[in-house]
Each structure stands twice: as C-alpha cells, then as structure tokens.
C-alpha cells in the first residue's frame, strides 16, 4: 500500500507535465471570412486605362496605361480593357507549432517528417532575441470565386491550394543551406545594402515600395536570409 502511495505524485506529475506539453503544442485557427475579414477598400484604386475609378485619399496605384483599350492573344488578338485592381489571390500564415494551419480552421496536418517548434524571445545561451515560426502560403483567388469585376479573362482562377510550406523547406531553419541556393545574400550583407532599406521604409511609408531595392522589404527590415531565422 505504501509502494502505491508513493508511485501516486509520480503519476500526476507526468500528466501534468503531458497536459502541459498537448496544450502548448494545440493548434488553433478559423477559415477566412470573405465578407468581413477581407479588405475590400484595398482593391482600390480600380483602373480603366488611365482614369482611376474610385480612388481613396492617399491610395497607392502603379504606373496604368495610356490607353483603355488593349489587344492580346495570336495569331488572332483579342480586344479588351485594361483593367488595373489589386487583387486579392494568396494568404500567408505563422504558427510556432509545426503542422499547424491556421487559415484552414486550425487543423493539424501529419506531414510524417519532424520539424522543430517555433520560438520566440532568446535563443541558445547567447541571450539575443529573435523569433522562428512556420509559415505557409496559400493560393486563394477571392476574385474568380465570387464573379466580382465580371469573368475577365486576366482573374487567377483555381482553387484553395496550399502552395508551400516550411516544414517541408530544408533551408528554412538552416542559414548555411540556404546560402548554397541564394548565394546572392551575401550582397545584401553589408552595411550600405541594409542602410539603403530605410529609403524603402520612407517610400513604403509614403506610397509604394521601391522595386530597385528589391532585397528590403519596406519598414520590415532586409529579405535575406530567405530562412525563417
């Protein structure tokens, strides 16, 4: 009776310690609501040509064409207008806990390969900070689903895709993997090329980012390394 008794503190603390990791490892989530959870006003400004169609105060817009009317396809073009939105077409999420899709209602995926937890705060014994998630990239074209802007022929049709995840990435928790397919990263490395993205940060801020400055990603900071470090 007392070798039970004893053996009792053993077992709740191994299902305190079990309960404790199921529940930082539980993923949670909710599927995109089109009608509320979209930015509708950021299709704006739309495009015939050169006129702008209902351009909100400070909108950003690319360059348009001159002319509304256009021609495409051979041998026999066909005419159309030139139609400029910002459409809406992928989604993007992050979830320190590998397999976790968020956008998909919080299921949890058995891709069958390990991947390591996601963290946040410092790292290793160096004391610096930083974050690691997991990231997935959807393709989701709203446009096409809906009918909306008529059924042009330029809209990204499809379906809902996943188109990558970083679990399946060998690169995306290792620096020195990823340098042997971007060796290019080594030119964004410097002091002068990560100085130069606080001009993309002021252009970002004002309108539109520079495309030139290609290796900034606005205010965000630098691209490179393309890892998840």
Known sequence: MRRRIRYIPIILL????????ASAQSCTGRFVN???DVCWECLFPISIGPIRIGAAAGAP???NPGSPICFCGS????IGLSLGVWEPARLIDAS???WCFPNLGGL?????LPAGRGRTGASGGDGAQGSTWHVHYYVYPLL???GALLDLGCLEGGGLDIAWVSELDPTWRDDE?????NPEAALFADLPAQAACAADCAAASAGLPLDPLYWCAGCQGAMYPLTGN
């Not at 041998?75 to 066909?78: H, K, S, Y």
């Open 177 to 181: 993997l990823s340098f042997l397919l």
């Open 108 to 112: 949890t995926i058995d891709g069958g």
């Open 96 to 98: 320190r806990a590998p």
């Open 34 to 36: 089109p009608v509320t």
């Open 144 to 146: 096409s689903w809906i």
């Open 14 to 21: 191994s299902i305190v310690l079990w309960s404790g990791e």
């Open 75 to 78: 041998p026999i073009p066909r």
């Open 61 to 63: 817009d690319t360059p």
